[in-house]
């Protein structure tokens, strides 16, 4: 990483859920940079606090939650923001996609209501301005017949061209950063890899930032530049993507490049499973949380927990005593 | 008294509703044979007289001397047993009609809660005084009034549970053996309501003796020299400027009685069908 | 509005029902009007039977019955000599839809806000407060209350009459319109915050907020529309309410409105009358049930959909 400050600077990120016996740690202790511009991918099997790690960055989280650390866009400190700063920096400076765009938007609302109202709320556009910028956004993500979409309700439209509305609803404030959450999953493959190019194609043109949060690694790899891979609420590799997924320096990453299905393979080839499960939420972990399952554990990963250290070969830091390929820290 | 502590898990209203409504059922099955009146008995020596008063009348008397104390307990035995009663009668109606719509399915269904449909947009109340023109006006005919009144909510939430369980395996592979539809309805289905009912059952109890207590007021349910905490109330709500006591007794124990049980129907809901509703 | 025309069509069997069943159930009942007073000479009772037409069999009544009702006429008072069913009513419904209406205003009008006070407030302490107060509302009935308020603002503070009715005083309309409306707000109250909460954990709200919308937008144009979608339907339910507690607080407020008669009516056996108002009454709900029903469907697009389709 570069040591000019990026548009997004995470500093020891923690979530944490109260609960009436022990809590739960969602996030335990997470860096991150994203430079302008950048295209991040954040991966992670489901429970490993990808979602509340990207619900935290714009304070999105329930208000049971408990969050320490800092997270800084283009050097302001949002943790701890009054709400209305908060409100001011969501939608205009963050678009955020959602996971199921069968439910994450207003049904009783029209798809040009929904658009013109986030228009509105961060700049000066009247309601004819805000009217004419989101049909010509919709435009821009590809949704045909823009005009007659505007006045359509969500259960009129199918699930690709909702989540391109919920992009363009994202989009529709010029936001430095587009956090998208899961945006595919709910998607049948095919219309899958037209949002993925769509997701291309507007960081390539605007230069927003893209923080991509998913399971999938195909997707992160087609897609980012950069790429973080999360385990149990902490960070245990990250890097340029290509070298990543290529040499994976940490077991973990390989276990899961091996277990993630490709595309390019036949589809009969057997998926490389992980042994055992990612450890129950709210259990107590010292050392690193993926021992249990590592077929490289030593007692030394037991008992003290691994930093993230940079000195990865190909670029990047790893949190890992006895890391692949040979090189890192001893 | 320890294992009442785990009957409600996180539910300590509940908890105290239930010991409540024991401590008010043991009171008005003991109580009135501490007293040294009886319901009917006039002291004419004492009438109107003030909660704690002389001559052992610890609620007070009425207008005509009737002990407070013995003639409240006897309308809280009167309206809880109304109540209970309406709501078996309730409960037996309710059941039989949901079940039957909803393990017929079909068109048969679609009329039947169409039925439930319409007489729930109109004000049972007035069904309930017609029954009791109709049955008269003894405690034995009321409950079957207010009862024959009461069952439509009962049978909505019995039809969604039946309608549920139909598409069930083990309900389908009863069909499909050629099983009768009657021995379907009481082995299968019916006890694998028994939970929703019991909840449901218990949240109408309360609903039940309001009812009671509202026609009983009106003068159109339990008649003098009878005691419910209807009747109670409509005397003390005429003699409140002098007595107040008249009115506040049966009050308290009305209200008493229909909080506790809302908050017993709330635990056990919780207890046995966790989801929200 | 082709909706519209059908939904009223489909009112018409639902009244026949209802009129049937009201006059059955009055019909069977053992016993006339006349019963009880034994000083009448058998000849009397016999002129008296053929002049109201109980001399008919049942059917012949009936058709009686529907001739006078599609005519607008309830027939004669059985009991309140010289006076027919429809004067009765005339007398005293408007007295009990001025106190009923004012009632279900503020219980709607207050009760929306109170709930969603409480639920934007969650757990906290003016919910937890508000809460309280309203499972009391709801488990104390209007015939509890309506004592209890006078006995504190009439007799004890003097503040306002005990009862009684002068038409265009609003003095005499406070205490009865407040406990008519208590027990149904507290019903509204918490059908509300139930709802809103249920809405504020739905996934488009995170949506609306993730786009830095300010929270009065999120809440009016994004919750509340779905929220008070049961609150609506809760509506038909709430005005058979308000109507059955006009019955006790008209008695206790001595009022001049429709529920003495169904009272004396019921007890005296005056099948006319009983079976007029419960029509009336039915009538009033069935109608206000179809508004409220029409205005839903203005109110949803999926259901404006739906029925487009």
Redesign the interface.
């Known amino acids: 990483m570069s040591a000019e400050p990026g548009l997004l600077e995470i500093r020891g990120l923690a979530v944490r859920f109260p609960g009436d016996r022990h809590s739960v740690t969602a996030v335990d202790g997470v860096d991150l940079s994203l430079g302008r511009g950048r295209r991040l991918g954040l991966v992670g099997e489901s429970g490993a606090g990808k979602t509340q790690l990207a619900l935290a960055i714009?304070g999105?989280l329930p208000g049971a939650a408990v969050v320490g650390g800092s997270v800084r866009l283009d050097g302001e400190e949002l943790l701890g923001a009054s709400?209305s700063r908060l409100?001011?920096?969501?939608?205009?400076r963050i678009?955020?996609v959602?996971q199921?765009p069968q439910?994450?938007?207003?049904?009783?609302?029209t798809v040009g209501?929904q658009l013109v109202?986030?228009a509105r709320?961060?700049g000066k556009l009247g309601r004819r301005a805000a009217r004419a910028a989101a049909r010509q956004l919709l435009e821009r993500v590809q949704v045909p017949d823009p005009a007659t979409r505007l006045n359509q309700?969500p259960?009129?439209l199918s699930g690709g061209l909702r989540q391109r509305v919920?992009i363009a609803?994202?989009l529709i404030?010029g936001p430095q950063l587009l956090i998208a959450d899961e945006p595919t999953t709910a998607l049948d493959v095919t219309v899958e890899a037209g949002i993925l190019a769509l997701f291309r194609e507007l960081n390539a043109e605007l230069g927003t930032a893209l923080l991509l949060v998913s399971h999938d690694l195909a997707v992160v790899a087609d897609l980012c530049e950069d790429i973080a891979v999360m385990y149990a609420g902490r960070l245990l590799e990250q890097g340029p993507a290509a070298a990543v997924l290529e040499v994976p320096a940490h077991p973990y990453t390989a276990a899961l490049a091996g277990a993630s299905p490709r595309l390019d393979a036949p589809a009969e080839a057997p998926l490389a499973a992980i042994a055992g499960g990612p450890p129950a939420p709210g259990a107590v972990l010292t050392g690193c949380a993926f021992a249990p399952r590592c077929p490289r554990a030593a007692p030394r990963c037991v008992v003290e927990a691994p930093l993230l250290r940079s000195g990865r070969p190909g670029g990047g830091a790893v949190a890992c005593h006895y890391p692949l390929a040979g090189a890192g820290p001893p | 008294m320890i294992g009442i502590r785990r009957w409600f898990p996180g539910h300590p209203a509940a908890r105290t509703s239930l010991c409540l409504l024991a401590a008010i059922a043991l009171l008005a099955v003991a109580g009135p044979k501490l007293s040294p009146w009886r319901f009917d008995d006039l002291d004419w020596a004492r009438i109107a007289s003030a909660p704690g008063g002389e001559g052992q009348h610890w609620f007070g008397t009425d207008r005509l001397g009737r002990d407070l104390f013995v003639r409240t307990l006897e309308g809280v035995r009167v309206s809880l047993a109304i109540g209970l009663l309406a709501t078996l009668v309730s409960l037996l109606i309710g059941v039989t009609w949901g079940a039957i719509a909803g393990f017929a399915g079909g068109r048969v269904e679609a009329l039947m809660m169409r039925i439930v449909d319409v007489f729930y947009s109109l004000p049972y109340v007035f069904f309930v005084i017609l029954l009791t023109v109709t049955l008269g006006r003894t405690p034995s005919t009321l409950f079957v009034a207010i009862g024959a009144v009461g069952w439509l909510t009962m049978a909505r939430v019995v039809r969604i549970q039946a309608e549920s369980l139909r598409h069930r395996e083990f309900i389908a592979a009863a069909i499909a053996l050629g099983v009768p539809t009657w021995r379907i309805l009481v082995r299968h289905i019916l006890p694998n309501l028994a939970g929703a009912v019991l909840v449901y059952a218990t949240l109408t109890v309360p609903g039940m003796i309001l009812i009671e207590s509202f026609l009983s007021f009106l003068g159109l349910g339990v008649q003098e020299p009878a005691a419910s905490l209807g009747n109670l109330m409509a005397q003390g709500a005429a003699e409140m400027e002098a007595a107040p006591w008249m009115l506040l007794v049966p009050c308290s124990f009305l209200v008493a009685i229909v909080l506790a049980l809302g908050f017993v129907g709330d635990g056990l809901r919780d207890l046995l069908d966790p989801r929200e509703r | 509005m082709r909706y519209a025309l059908a939904r009223i069509v489909g009112l018409l069997p639902t009244l026949i029902i209802i009129v049937t069943l009201a006059f059955v159930l009055v019909r069977v009942a053992p016993g006339g009007p006349f019963d009880q007073e034994q000083t009448l000479a058998p000849d009397i009772k016999a002129n008296l039977d053929r002049a109201y037409g109980l001399d008919l069999s049942l059917g012949q009544q009936y058709v009686r019955y529907w001739r006078g009702l599609l005519h607008g006429d309830l027939g004669p008072s059985m009991r309140i000599r010289d006076f027919t069913v429809n004067q009765l009513i005339a007398t005293g419904l408007p007295v009990s839809l001025t106190v009923g209406a004012f009632a279900f205003a503020l219980a709607v009008g207050l009760g929306v806000p109170l709930g969603l006070l409480a639920a934007t407030r969650k757990d906290r302490l003016a919910d937890r407060v508000l809460m309280a107060v309203l499972a009391l509302g709801i488990a104390v009935p209007a015939y509890v209350v309506a004592p209890l308020l006078v006995l504190v603002f009439a007799i004890s503070l003097h503040w306002l009459p005990v009862a009684g009715w002068e038409p265009g005083t609003t003095r005499d309309l406070v205490l009865p319109v407040i406990s008519l409306a208590l027990p149904t707000l507290a019903y509204v109250a918490r059908m509300t915050r139930a709802s809103v909460l249920e809405v504020l954990g739905?996934?488009?709200i995170?949506?609306?907020?993730?786009?830095?919308?300010?929270?009065v937008?999120v809440l009016v144009?994004?919750v509340l529309?779905?929220a008070l979608a049961p609150v609506l339907g809760y509506l038909g339910p709430a005005a058979a309410a308000v109507l059955t507690g006009s019955l006790v607080v008209e008695t206790v407020f001595g009022l001049p409105g429709m529920g003495r008669f169904l009272v004396q009516g019921a007890l005296n056996r005056d099948y006319t009358l009983v079976l007029g108002q419960v029509i009336v009454y039915a009538v009033l709900v069935l109608s206000f049930n179809l508004a409220v029903d029409l205005l839903q469907g203005l109110?949803?697009?999926?259901v404006r959909?739906d029925r487009r389709a």
């Open positions: 714009p999105l709400a409100r001011s920096v969501r939608g205009a678009g955020f959602f199921d439910t994450a938007l207003t049904p009783h609302l209501t109202e986030t709320a961060h309700y259960h009129e919920l609803i994202a404030a | 739905l996934p488009y995170r949506t609306a907020r993730a786009k830095g919308l300010p929270p937008a144009r994004h529309p779905p109110l949803d697009p999926r959909h």
